[in-house]
């Protein structure tokens, strides 16, 4: 059996990766995978927004890189995409981002629970001790329906990322998810499976299996994705992954190719 795709997977263009595009690909074609996609942290409409990510000017260098890497390896599918972060009101710049290039898909991604605090970012590690993890959990899952429900992406990525550096509430979460996946199921968004959590303190696949059954009880489709930010993370763990995404039930997954999806076994 093919193995997935790996959509999830970034470039030194956002300032914390490293190895060009064509290296990530030379690595998946090592790793016998058949098709891969580019997914790196697009630009905010303010580039001082953060210091994680690409400029808006350095948006076609990122898509010319794509298409090196293309040039480089002409028997691997390379999917030209963008992980987007989510914030409410920035549903228009997302717009003006999709009409710019013909995009294969977008992950929609959150990170930010407010306007200043990207719950996964290491150096703002001790704000989680000023909150109650359970308040960030649903907030970080209120948004993340939003993101689903607004249209704009055709995957919704890492679904459980507040459990990156271990913070998991004592609460129980299942509503928050179950209510997240009914909007993921209405708006036809995917989810991923994301092995960058093995990588972190919770040393899991991004979303937990708890979330993973609930999402295929529900018919919510799944992508595969390492969020590599060096070429020899692509594909990482995706044994697990595929293991993972079958104990829950799943036999297939998705592909996209001009922002359509169609559904191959696993
Ligand atoms: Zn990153
Ligand atoms: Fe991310
Ligand atoms: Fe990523
Ligand atoms: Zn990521």
Redesign the pocket.
């Known amino acids: 059996m093919q193995l997935p795709a790996d959509y999830?997977?970034?470039t030194p263009l956002c300032r914390h990766a490293r190895g060009e595009p064509t290296e990530y690909a030379r690595h998946a074609v090592r790793l016998g995978l058949d098709e891969i996609g580019f997914?790196?942290?697009s630009p905010m409409r303010q580039d001082d927004f953060d210091n994680w990510r690409m400029r808006f000017d350095q948006l076609d260098a990122y898509v010319a890189g794509v298409h090196q890497a293309r040039a480089d390896h002409p028997g691997l599918n390379i999917r030209l995409a963008l992980?987007v972060d989510y914030l409410p009101g920035h549903e228009a710049w997302i717009r003006e981002l999709a009409a710019r290039h013909p995009w294969d898909y977008f992950?929609g991604?959150v990170h930010y629970v407010s306007e200043s605090w990207d719950i996964d970012n290491p150096a703002k590690l001790s704000e989680w001790r000023h909150r109650d993890a359970f308040e960030v959990w649903a907030a970080y899952f209120e948004r993340l329906g939003q993101a689903a429900a607004s249209g704009l992406f055709e995957i919704i990525?890492?679904c459980d990322l507040p459990k990156k550096f271990g913070h998991r509430p004592s609460r129980d979460c299942t509503p928050l998810y179950e209510k997240f996946l009914q909007i993921a199921r209405q708006h036809n968004c995917a989810i991923e499976l994301?092995t960058?959590g093995l990588r972190k303190e919770c040393q899991e696949i991004y979303p937990s299996r708890e979330l993973l059954q609930i999402a295929f009880q529900l018919g919510v489709p799944i992508t595969f994705?390492a969020?590599a930010?060096a070429p020899e993370e692509v594909g990482m763990n995706f044994a697990e992954a595929i293991q993972l995404a079958r104990a829950a039930g799943y036999r297939e997954t998705c592909r996209f190719a001009n922002r359509q999806r169609r559904l191959v076994g696993i």
């Open positions: 999830h997977m970034h997914s790196d942290h992980e992950i991604s990525g890492h994301n960058a994705g969020d930010h």
